[in-house]
T-cell receptor
Framework: GAGVSQSPRYKVAKRGQDVALRCDPI?????LFWYQQALGQGPEFLTY????????KSGLPSDRFFAERPEGSVSTLKIQRTQQEDSAVYLC????????????FGPGTRLTVT | GESVGLHLPTLSVQEGDNSIINCAYS??????FIWYKQESGKGPQFIID?????DKRQGQRVTVLLNKTVKHLSLQIAATQPGDSAVYFC????????????FGAGTILRVKS
């Protein structure tokens, strides 16, 4: 069965450019999460959706980061005016649960800002 | 073990030996814990979880131990195989912020054949 997919897998952006990262969760999964993983570190929570509602965006590092999930399935993480410190792997995860439960991660998008 | 490259602690074990990976968690309010395995170029993969009302849970070839007194979690892998080579992360979760996993720094496991 299909797992969580993310696209693109790799993205190189010049500083100041806007980027959009896509996540296709497992079909029917209610919960969707975005994480940022810097090199050599564990993933850090960015934001959480329950269906189309963004219930927690406390981890977004600045107002340049914006996420949406308009129809409760596919989600897009947008970063405006990218900076070098935005370089990281962006991971998406989905879960069938709204409480504790296994989160299934996608392969991530590696963003490099030059 | 010494940190290599990524500045993560590294555990090197011989194939067939048992591995123990340790994690100190930070929040005394955490009541749910998960171990993840992450291979190069892939997202984290769920291994096993444990709730705070337990101190031990076993899976297939893996055992998680929880010591709430000292806020310590360990993952034991029996008969370690080359395919177990990866970075291992513990993650914690609290009832107040049920949607938010907090990951530890990770440990590199290298299995020598």
């Amino acid at each position: 069965g299909a797992g969580v997919s993310q696209s693109p897998r790799y993205k190189v952006a010049k500083r100041g450019q806007d980027v959009a990262l896509r996540c296709d969760p497992i079909s029917g999964h209610v919960s969707l999460f975005w994480y940022q993983q810097a090199l050599g570190q564990g993933p850090e929570f960015l934001t959480y959706f329950q269906n189309e509602a963004q219930l927690d965006k406390s981890g977004l590092p600045s107002d340049r980061f914006f996420a949406e999930r308009p129809e409760g399935s596919v989600s897009t993480l947008k970063i405006q005016r990218t900076q070098q410190e935005d370089s990281a792997v962006y991971l998406c995860a989905s879960s069938s649960s709204t409480g504790t439960g296994e989160q299934y991660f996608g392969p991530g998008t590696r963003l490099t800002v030059t | 073990g010494e940190s290599v490259g990524l500045h993560l602690p590294t555990l090197s074990v011989q194939e067939g030996d048992n591995s123990i990976i340790n994690c100190a968690y930070s929040n005394s309010a955490s009541d749910y814990f998960i171990w993840y395995k992450q291979e190069s170029g892939k997202g984290p993969q769920f291994i096993i979880d444990i709730r705070s009302n337990m101190d031990k849970r076993q899976g297939q070839r893996v055992t998680v131990l929880l010591n709430k007194t000292v806020k310590h979690l360990s993952l034991q892998i029996a008969a370690t195989q080359p395919g177990d080579s990866a970075v291992y992360f513990c993650a914690e979760n609290t009832m107040e912020y049920r949607n938010k996993l907090v990951f530890g720094a990770g440990t590199i496991l290298r299995v020598k054949s």
